[in-house]
């Protein structure tokens, strides 16, 4: 199995920063692409920003400038600064990666539990 684990997320006054971090462990063979998504109350679940399988980077328009995802490949862990935050960057927090696991065929979608990010105004 693969298991991935976020840490990081608090409450933060509107302006201030947080930096969160996902780390993969387990019987990986592979990871293809990483990244971070976020789901606020009622909301569908978005893309906020990760790594492509080309190693690209993608972010969401809301949070570009603000936020910078970054990662550490010997360590399998993604991280994401958050400047500059706002009340409507409140969201559950979740790490994403596509990873081959050894012995098995083929890539398959694995998610953290998620992290809880609370920016007061």
């Known amino acids: 199995q693969v298991q991935l684990v976020e840490s990081g997320g608090e409450l933060v006054q509107a302006g201030g920063s947080l930096r969160l971090s996902c780390a993969a462990s387990?019987?990986?063979?592979?990871?293809?692409?990483m990244g971070w998504y976020r789901q606020a109350p009622g909301k569908q679940r978005e893309l906020v920003a990760a790594?492509?399988?080309?190693?690209?980077?993608n972010y969401a328009d809301s949070v570009k400038g603000r936020f910078t995802i970054s990662r550490d490949n010997a360590k399998n862990t993604v991280y994401l600064q958050m400047n500059s935050l706002k009340p409507e960057d409140t969201a559950v927090y979740y790490c994403?990666?596509?990873?081959?696991?050894?012995?098995?065929?083929?890539?398959?979608?694995?998610w953290g539990q998620g992290t809880q990010v609370t920016v007061s105004s």
């Open positions: 387990g019987s990986i063979f592979s990871i293809n692409a």
């Open positions: 994403n990666a596509e990873a081959i696991q050894i012995g098995k065929p083929g890539a398959r979608d694995y």
């Open positions: 790594f492509s399988r080309r190693g690209s980077t």
